[in-house]
């Protein structure tokens, strides 16, 4: 198995229920281990659940489901279908959601980084990278898929992907940056055609024309609001975590791989 790449590495990471105590059943374990009396009911739950907080790692259902995609393109070229408008909004904007990302956030040095780093278990590429710095920048679709309101970073794929750029770079620190840029043309002419098909239009109505452009229209938001970052920190624990999962992960390859 190749080395991981730091965008994907999420799907390793994630944890099921069924094998994996959560964060809520952790909460509920350590609120039963307080307790001097326990009902019978009470202690058998105890046990299942010391049982999954101290069960051995194991790869998740979905992780199982990345390592098979990445075995079947090894072995037969297959490739997973990854297009999509907002993959494609992400790529062309790519460099405009920086610049406005440097402005608002007052950085002295912003600039794409080309560089590719690996060690022995990841690959990456960090958008932005620095002595003092180390983003991810993310573009949102529009301004309804914008994080205006959120106080932490919900995505946990994105968060793995920024704990490995650090593992990478060394750093313990960096920042997920949600950026709002002006959708491309030939982004919301697709996106017009789209919509003019579903409305069962034989022809482009100007209204359809003026509803698709005005969703995309973010003239009036300020640029100040058109940044949200959330910062991430790097533990030694997360090192260890993604060393285990890794590892899993080869040893579940070689399984399949006979």
């Not at 990478?168 to 982004?187: A, D």
């Not at 034989?202 to 300020?222: K, L, Y």
Request: net charge negative.
């Amino acid at each position: 198995m190749k080395l991981i790449h730091a965008s994907s590495l999420g799907r390793l990471m994630a944890n099921d229920s069924t094998t994996s105590i959560t964060e809520k059943q952790l909460i509920t374990l350590n609120t039963l281990l307080t307790k001097i009396k326990l009902t019978d009911k009470q202690a058998t739950l105890r046990d299942d659940l010391e049982a999954k907080r101290d069960a051995k790692p194991q790869l998740s259902a979905g992780a199982k489901t990345y390592v098979q995609e990445l075995y079947l393109y090894d072995k037969f070229g297959i490739r997973q279908e990854i297009d999509s408008k907002y993959i494609d909004k992400g790529n062309i904007v790519e460099d405009a959601s920086i610049e406005l990302a440097r402005i608002v956030l007052d950085l002295d040095e912003a600039e794409k980084n080309e560089i590719q780093i690996e060690n022995d278990y990841l690959i990456g590429t960090p958008d932005v990278w620095n002595d003092k710095v180390l983003l991810d920048v993310k573009s949102s679709w529009s301004a309804s898929t914008f994080p205006f309101f959120d106080t932490h970073l919900k995505n946990k794929m994105y968060e793995w992907q920024l704990k490995a750029y650090m593992w990478l770079t060394e750093m313990t620190e960096s920042y997920l940056v949600y950026c709002l840029v002006q959708t491309p043309e030939i982004l919301i002419q697709d996106e017009i055609r789209r919509t003019s098909w579903k409305r069962g239009e034989i022809d482009i109505s100007d209204e359809t024309d003026n509803d698709v452009r005005e969703f995309h229209n973010i003239d009036h938001i300020p640029a100040w609001d058109r940044v949200k970052s959330f910062k991430v920190e790097l533990t030694d624990e997360d090192v260890s975590q993604m060393k285990e999962k890794i590892e899993l992960a080869r040893v579940y390859y070689k399984q399949i791989n006979k």
